[in-house]
Each structure stands twice: as structure tokens, then as C-alpha cells.
């Protein structure tokens, strides 16, 4: 029995379908010898044309591509050039299905860990408030990156605000917003936001960059209690202590906070400085402000 005109038009477009992918395939894997995963992306055509040519097949192109990304991702380094063929598959994979909301939350977060490209996570995860504008996930992100990257505390308060306004939002985040309109800068608050971070992402690479990033706000924290308290014991003693064990005896501090990456805290008694024997640096984004 021959096929209808309609009929045999479908089967047409179908198979056509399946050879431009089989071909789009095949020049990927003649470069998979000599590419670097995330390079491979650079042979994807745009999304809005891509998303013309496969015919009502987005979200099974998109699924397709989003599993290539993740292994891409699972590489051990990550450089800013490779961080670029994120974005791209990125915006290519969310253009095909707007509404595949885990692409625009875990790609957000990789733009921001395993590379630093805030103004391409900022931009993936606006894509995504655009079409998914009750989803309260992305705009908690826009403002771990407002915070973090940025350094723009008025608006990671606004987003972290707006965040909490939305249907399925932790009960948490409306006073963490509140804390971040008062108190943006202090370590502590860091520190908060970092853990909410950790818990919501599972994968394995984020999660040791946001452990490393929390233990160097912990450092920051304990050494600014432990210059106060050097502070507190200079009042009362007219002197500067001896050794940070000093602080604990007059009950200053209840015991000397544990360096969170296994080392030490250092004292000089001359210079009255404290350091981690760890760090080279301080975090000077989270100084206290100066008393006006």
C-alpha cells in the first residue's frame, strides 16, 4: 500500500532529521581525538537555528547536549576559554528548551566555580528568570553572584529578597535578606550564604571549590574574633598578650578557634598581627568597616 503525500512527507523529514544528526555526530567524533570536550562545542550552529532544523525535537536535542556538557564539566581544569564553550552550550541547550530550569541552575553555578565568568552566569541565569520567572532558585544565585564576584551588596539583597517572595522558597531566605541589606560584609554572612550554596548543589567539583571558599571566610572570621579579643586584653592589661592562649585564660575567648584547613593561627607579640599559617592572604572584601 503506497504512503499518503502527508505521510511520506514526514518519513522524508524524519529521516533527514536522522542524518543531519548521525552527521553532526560524525564530525564530532572525528575531532574527539585531538579536541578538548568542551571544544567540541564550537561545531554547534546557534540555537534559534539549530531549534529550526530539528523539527520538534528540542528537548531530546537539548537532553542530548546537556549530558555532553556535564561530562565536559567533569573535567579536572576548567580554563576561562573553555569556561566560553559553557556559555555556549549553555545558551544553546536553554534556547532548544527554555524551560529545562536544571540547565540554567547548575550551568549558573559552574560559570562561577569551576571558572570565573560571572557576567556569563549572570546572563544564563536572566535567560532563565525570563522564562521560568517563579522558579526562586535563579535568582538566589543572581545574588551569590552579586555578593561573591560583584561585590554588589544592595543587589544580592534585592534578588536574595526577591528569591524569597517566590512559590516553593526556603523560609530562611527573607531574614537572610534583611541580614544582607544590614550587615552585608560581615564574615558571618558569608559564611551563611556559602553553606546554603553547598547544600543545594551536588555536583562533586562545585562542591569542593564552595568547601575552599567557606573554610577562607572561616579564616577570616576567626581572625578578626581573635583581634578583638587582642583588642579586649590590651584594655584591660594596658599590654599586648604574649601568646594567643592569654586570650583564653581572662576569659576572652572560650578556646582558641581551630584553623579550618588544619593548620595553625600565628601570633607576633611585636606587630600584635594574627595569621593563618595556611593563607597567605586575608579576604579584604570582609573587613570591618571603618566606625564613622
Request: hydrophobic fraction near 40%; aromatic fraction near 10%; charge should be neutral.
Amino acid at each position: 500500500m503506497s504512503l499518503t503525500a502527508p505521510m511520506s512527507a514526514l518519513v522524508a523529514t524524519g529521516l533527514l532529521l536522522v542524518g543531519g544528526l548521525h552527521l553532526l555526530q560524525v564530525r564530532i567524533d572525528e575531532q574527539r581525538a585531538v579536541t578538548p570536550k568542551l571544544q567540541r562545542f564550537m561545531y554547534l550552529p546557534q540555537g534559534e537555528y539549530l531549534r529550526g532544523a530539528v523539527l520538534g525535537y528540542e528537548q531530546v536535542v537539548a537532553d542530548l547536549l546537556w549530558i555532553q556538557a556535564i561530562q565536559a564539566m567533569g573535567e579536572r581544569k576548567v580554563t576561562e576559554e573553555a569556561g566560553h564553550w559553557i556559555y555556549r552550550a549553555l545558551d544553546v541547550i536553554t534556547t532548544l528548551d527554555p524551560k529545562f530550569v536544571r540547565v540554567y541552575e547548575a550551568g549558573g553555578i559552574a560559570l562561577v566555580t569551576l571558572v570565573v565568568l560571572p557576567e556569563e552566569s549572570n546572563r544564563i541565569l536572566e535567560k532563565g528568570i525570563q522564562h521560568n520567572p517563579d522558579y526562586w532558585a535563579l535568582p538566589f544565585l543572581l545574588g551569590f553572584n552579586y555578593y561573591f564576584e560583584l561585590h554588589d551588596d544592595a543587589k544580592a539583597a534585592d534578588y536574595i529578597a526577591r528569591a524569597s517572595r517566590l512559590p516553593g522558597a526556603p523560609e530562611y531566605l527573607a531574614g537572610f535578606a534583611t541580614r544582607l541589606y544590614a550587615s552585608a560584609r560581615e564574615p558571618q554572612v558569608a559564611i551563611d550564604f556559602l553553606a546554603r550554596m553547598y547544600e543545594q548543589t551536588s555536583d562533586e567539583n562545585v562542591r569542593q571549590v564552595l568547601e575552599r571558599r567557606l573554610k577562607e571566610v572561616v579564616v577570616e572570621r576567626d581572625l578578626q574574633l581573635l583581634e578583638e579579643a587582642i583588642s579586649r586584653y590590651r584594655a584591660l592589661y594596658k599590654r599586648a598578650p604574649e601568646r594567643l592562649e592569654d586570650l583564653v585564660r581572662p576569659g576572652l575567648l572560650r578556646a582558641l578557634p581551630r584553623e579550618p584547613f588544619g593548620g595553625r593561627y600565628l601570633y607576633d607579640q611585636q606587630t600584635q598581627v594574627v595569621r593563618s599559617s595556611e593563607m597567605k592572604e586575608r579576604l579584604k572584601v570582609y573587613e570591618k568597616r571603618r566606625q564613622r
